[in-house]
């Protein structure tokens, strides 16, 4: 079974940066680990729906953005640490937020579509005071 953990939120000032990280362990039933899975970070506010923010592809090659966090946040992965991130940079108010980080076994280049995703974080708050 795969899991995944998230770590690096916290409370920033507008115009802060926080690095979000996400752990997988464990490998799907087809036997496939971390380094064959499209990773996605996904957001959610309160009393709004989860909404995508970033995904990067297996070889880190292909990396696709939402318009509100271009230029803003860069995500990455460590294959060999199984890990990815999420640099977030300028923060601002309204990108607070709890954020997931998701997996899709088998996806070779990246989606923003949330039923690609076959495993999910437990999600960590990032609060952006202005």
């Known amino acids: 079974q795969v899991q995944l953990v998230e770590s690096g939120g916290g409370l920033v000032q507008a115009g802060g940066s926080l690095r979000l990280s996400c752990t997988a362990s464990?490998?799907?039933?087809?036997?496939?680990?971390?380094?064959?899975?499209?990773m996605g970070w996904f957001s959610q506010a309160p009393g709004n729906e989860r909404e995508f923010v970033a995904c990067?592809?297996?070889?880190?090659?292909?990396?696709y953005y939402a318009d509100s966090v271009k230029g803003r946040f860069t995500i990455s992965r460590d294959n060999a640490k199984n890990t990815a991130y999420l640099q977030m940079n300028s923060l601002k108010p309204e990108d607070t937020a709890v954020y997931y980080c998701?997996?899709?076994?088998?996806?070779?280049?990246?989606?923003?579509?949330?039923?690609?995703?076959?495993?999910w974080g437990q999600g960590t708050q990032v609060t952006v005071s202005s």
């Open positions: 998701a997996a899709a076994p088998g996806l070779y280049s990246g989606s923003a579509y949330m039923y690609e995703y076959d495993y």
């Open positions: 464990g490998r799907t039933a087809s036997g496939r680990t971390f380094s064959s899975y499209t």
């Open positions: 990067i592809g297996w070889s880190g090659g292909s990396s």
